[in-house]
């Protein structure tokens, strides 16, 4: 067991893009959603993108893709992502990123994927960047399909929860371990370890890292990562549940399911 880890966000941290959004091609040609949606998808990405991912332009994305997934069948998903997951996900993969992961592993730190994205997505890209463990949302799923809704949804301070409670199971001193993250909802994550870095920070992460000395990663190489990464034998997990990139669960977000509450 590793005394200390380092946890990534996923979206425009490790990959390029949105996780959530990239599959909407995908999506298409597999008869799941419409050129019309993909097209949605498309600005949402731009908007993403260019606007940062706040907590108003998160709850927008939500409302879309809940909307865009409910009565997905997940067999269908899961053969369409498994399918499309590399070829999708490998080009925009952070070489910067990747080289930071292979630097954690090789001073002995566990790299840990902490995503709003579902972990339905979030495990097979871990697999393939060779991450210990990962950490994402749960999608609510009723009789083979989504519903829309969340069982668990990894966001904002939530990650710091899940940060926390990781570091009790697994041993790991907070103050040595590291964290990387681009949104300012990141925050809560960020603070929870001793060593937290802004990368391609949005407009408030970046005053809160000058705030508090918070070093500024700028990573902008996204590129193959077959050139970068010698294949690894758990790349055979992308055959297995590699579902919802939709993740609507990325954008499920900041409401808890009220039936709950």
């Known amino acids: ?10 979206d425009k941290t490790i990959i390029a893009k949105s996780s959530a959004l990239a599959f909407s091609k995908p999506f298409q040609a597999g008869g799941l959603i419409s050129r019309r949606a ?4 498309a600005y949402a990405q731009f908007v993403f993108l260019v606007g940062g991912a706040d ?4 709850e927008k994305m939500r409302l879309f893709m809940s909307q865009l997934v409910a009565g997905w069948d997940v067999a ?5 992502v498994a399918e499309t997951l590399h070829n999708i996900v490998d080009p925009i993969v952070y070489d910067e990123a990747v080289q930071l992961i292979e630097e954690h592993h090789a001073a002995g730190r ?3 994927i902490v995503s709003s994205s579902g972990t339905d997505v979030v495990e097979p890209i871990g697999a393939m960047l060779g991450a210990d463990r990962v950490v994402g949302t749960k999608l609510e799923i009723v009789d083979g399909k989504y519903t829309g809704e969340i069982d668990y949804y990894a966001y904002a301070e939530e990650k710091a929860h899940a940060i926390r409670a990781l570091a009790e199971e697994r041993g790991y001193r907070l103050d040595a371990c590291y964290a990387y993250s681009d ?31 918070w070093p500024i990663l700028i990573f902008s190489k996204p590129v193959a990562l077959r050139s970068t990464v010698p294949p690894k034998p758990t790349l055979a997990a ?24």
């Open 1 to 10: 067991m590793r005394p200390e880890a380092a946890f990534f966000d996923l």
């Open 38 to 41: 993909v097209l949605r998808s």
């Open 55 to 58: 907590h108003d332009q998160m």
């Open 76 to 80: 269908t998903v899961k053969e369409i």
């Open 110 to 112: 566990d790299v840990v």
């Open 183 to 213: 949104s300012s909802t990141d925050i809560p994550m960020l603070e929870a370890v001793g060593h937290p870095f802004a990368v391609n920070p949005d407009k408030e992460l970046r005053r809160a890292a000058a705030v508090n000395g």
């Open 238 to 261: 992308l055959a297995v549940g590699g579902v919802v990139a939709v993740g609507a669960a990325v954008w499920v977000g900041s409401r808890r399911r009220n039936a709950s509450a």
